[in-house]
């Protein structure tokens, strides 16, 4: 935190990886604040895949309707404490729904299997997958069955879910994820963040199950609204050019702020 601090006290500018189309007014702010000059980067969206979803997670992704899956993941590096691990496990279960869940095992556990409630692998084997293995994100966001992404709203992934189709359910834990979250959900409005406990800061089964439900139901209320909202930021991020315009922009303010010196 230190270096973050004394990063930005001593800097002439601050970049910052979005787009003033969705933070504009956050970033008038802070270079309000700060008196200092402000910069987006753009939404820097990730790479197109060069490969096709593995062939046995495509055979059976296909066995399912077009947009009924849930695909759960937190990213690389973030690891849930036991009780968290199996209440979004319980959660997604209550659906009723297909699903995809890509976690690494809590820490109180050795492996994924040991850390499932009792009977949950007997109950769900014919619908629903966990693995703790590294998956093809951008590739089962774009499959057809998948409907669902339920993100700890990692920086990476938030871009990922917003340029995908699938309706989404925030789960952040820490760090920059609580303000990405309530950014997706209260003020870009296209996505439904899991409720959690007001004295312990936890979700549980019934909210994980409540969250993915009003989003799933996009035909009316909140379901209806955030897929709306979603289309249009969606076709936003994916402007032809939109990048661009942002590299450009950046170079051009570096070199007068170079020069300016």
Same mark, same amino acid.
């Given at each position: ?33 700060? $008196?200092? *000059? /402000?910069?987006? %980067?753009?939404?820097?969206?990730? @790479? ?6 593995? #062939?046995? +997670? ?8 077009? $947009?009924? *899956? /849930?695909?759960? %993941?937190?990213?690389?590096?973030? @690891? ?6 199996? #209440?979004? +496990? ?172």
């Amino acid at each position: 935190m230190d270096r973050i601090t004394n990063g930005l006290m001593n800097s002439e500018a601050i970049l910052f990886k979005t787009c003033r189309e969705m933070d504009g007014r956050y970033l008038d702010y802070i270079e309000k604040v700060s $008196k200092k *000059v /402000v910069m987006a %980067a753009g939404p820097t969206l990730p @790479v197109p895949p060069s490969t096709p979803l593995k #062939e046995d +997670l495509a055979v059976w992704l296909g066995k399912f309707k077009p $947009k009924s *899956v /849930v695909y759960c %993941a937190f990213g690389s590096e973030w @690891v849930l404490c036991l009780d968290q691990f199996q #209440e979004l +496990l319980l959660g997604i279960e209550l659906t009723g729904l297909p699903f995809l869940i890509a976690l690494k095992p809590p820490m109180e556990a050795e492996s994924l299997e040991a850390a499932m409630p009792e009977g949950f692998k007997q109950r769900t084997e014919e619908r629903g997958v966990v693995t703790g293995e590294w998956v093809q994100q951008q590739q089962i966001l774009a499959h057809e069955s998948v409907g669902c992404f339920v993100t700890h709203c990692g920086s990476g992934s938030i871009t990922e879910g917003l340029i995908s189709e699938c309706q989404l359910v925030l789960a952040p834990q820490a760090g920059d994820q609580p303000i990405n979250a309530r950014v997706m959900s209260q003020d870009l409005r296209v996505g439904v963040e899991i409720e959690k406990g007001d004295e312990d800061g936890l979700f549980d089964r019934h909210g994980v199950c409540r969250a993915i439900e009003r989003v799933m139901n996009t035909e009316n209320g909140i379901g209806k609204e955030v897929k709306i909202n979603h289309d249009k930021w969606r076709r936003v991020l994916l402007s032809p050019g939109l990048e661009k315009t942002y590299v450009d922009e950046f170079v051009m303010k570096l070199k007068q702020l170079i020069s300016s010196q």
